[in-house]
């Protein structure tokens, strides 16, 4: 829920119609890794607790026997995102931010706000629906 990796969008060509270029930039972070290895090592350790003994035959994914790097393939391979895409306009102050945290106004362009999940700065610990019902009342607000 709190990566420490993160991706890009942007601009494949001065075409405005083109398709940006995304790279989400998964798992890009050793951190994140590291998380989900001790994620892994405690679900085994679940797995193989006395109360679980009368149905536990053997570790189905990714095998008891795997460790090291092909743990590491296996995350890679096995785990996705929680797919609750935000920040790619994230608002702020600082020379990176898109979008100004009081009005959601674009930085340089008159006329233009942005209202979704793109404008949060960082991922909320939860589901962005409710951040982004905030967002959207807020928006209406600025525009009543």
């Known amino acids: 829920m709190a990566p420490h990796s993160s991706g890009t969008v942007r601009l494949a060509d001065a ?9 989400p ?3 890009s972070d050793d951190r994140d890794l590291e998380v989900m290895r001790k994620g892994l090592a405690v679900a085994r350790r679940i797995g193989e607790a006395d109360a679980f003994a009368d149905w ?3 570790e189905a994914v990714p095998g008891s026997g795997t460790s090291g790097e092909s743990v590491d393939e296996f995350l890679r391979k096995a785990t996705g995102p ?4 935000t920040g790619t306009c994230r608002m702020g ?3 990176d931010a898109v979008v100004d945290p ?3 106004r674009v930085h340089g362009i008159a006329g233009l706000r942005v209202a979704d999940a793109s404008v949060m700065p960082s991922i909320p ?3 962005t629906n409710a951040t982004v019902y905030a967002i959207a009342e807020r928006a209406a ?3 009543d």
């Open 141 to 143: 607000e600025l525009l």
């Open 15 to 23: 075409d405005p119609a083109g398709a940006p270029v995304v790279d």
């Open 25 to 27: 930039g998964y798992l």
């Open 56 to 58: 536990r035959k053997q």
């Open 82 to 85: 929680y797919f609750h895409f």
């Open 93 to 95: 102050t600082d020379a």
């Open 102 to 104: 009081a009005n959601l």
């Open 125 to 127: 610990s939860a589901n």
